[in-house]
């Protein structure tokens, strides 16, 4: 399987791959700990994500507490930077606060489709719900909930590697999202990865068709090796 750029690799993966078929083929290669918290899904269900990583590192901080880092004294911290810093194809993936607020909404998702990004994945709630599913963006948290991140958190950084859930995800990583979770590609791997989830995912289709003309799942498995 060959692609030459990232807008052929995203194409194929929205037209044949899903994030259970990705993870099944990282857990055969020992990367056992790619998926994110379940907790984290689609504001809609049939919302699909795929593109790379743009971190961003947010923590819980006080509106108006005396501090001693400059970028704390603006009224989002670093979140506006980081959100006009998005580019093609790239995910805003957002964790380190509480979940308590919301960490994604619409105007924010209105920036974003501007500038190309195809989605947003947070460790905490989106707002503006109404809005963001009229523009049809792919978001991912952990539902609706449209207490305001202003005065309670600030973003710190972004494009840095950051920890959401325990899993480890660095700036350029591929994200998959559908109904069924969210799962990190580490870049280092991503050729392999979707060359075998490619043939994978062929290959259950084929399954799946001789199971319904009657073969046996052990068959099927002996067989395939697929099930």
């Not at 993966?13 to 083929?25: F, K, Q, S, W």
């Not at 991140?149 to 973003?155: E, F, I, S, T, Y």
Request: aromatic letters at 8%; proline letters at 4%; a negative charge.
């Amino acid at each position: 399987m060959v692609w030459n750029n990232d807008d052929e690799l995203f194409k194929l993966i929205r037209e044949e791959l899903y994030t259970a078929v990705v993870g099944d083929i990282m857990d055969k290669l020992g990367l056992l700990n790619q998926f994110l918290p379940p907790a984290v899904q689609p504001v809609r269900q049939d919302m699909f994500v795929a593109g790379r990583a743009m971190t961003v590192l947010s923590a819980d901080i006080l509106d108006g507490a005396v501090n001693q880092n400059k970028i704390l004294d603006k009224p989002f911290g670093l979140m506006l930077e980081a959100l006009d810093d998005l580019r093609e194809n790239e995910v805003y993936v957002c964790t380190g606060a509480s979940p308590e607020y919301a960490l994604w909404g619409e105007l924010m998702t209105a920036r974003a489709m501007k500038l190309g990004a195809v989605g947003a994945v947070v460790n905490g709630y989106s707002r503006d719900t109404h809005g963001i599913l009229e523009l049809g963006f792919p978001t991912f948290s952990f539902g609706n909930y449209a207490q305001d991140q202003a005065p309670r958190g600030k973003v710190l950084d972004f494009r840095v590697p950051i920890a959401f859930g325990g899993v480890r995800i660095n700036p350029g990583d591929i994200i998959i999202g559908d109904i069924d979770g969210v799962c990190v590609v580490p870049q280092s791997a991503e050729k392999e990865v979707f060359t075998l989830a490619i043939e994978k995912a062929r290959g259950e289709k084929i399954v799946k068709n001789k199971i319904e003309e009657g073969m046996s799942a052990k068959e099927a498995f002996e067989k395939y090796g697929i099930l």
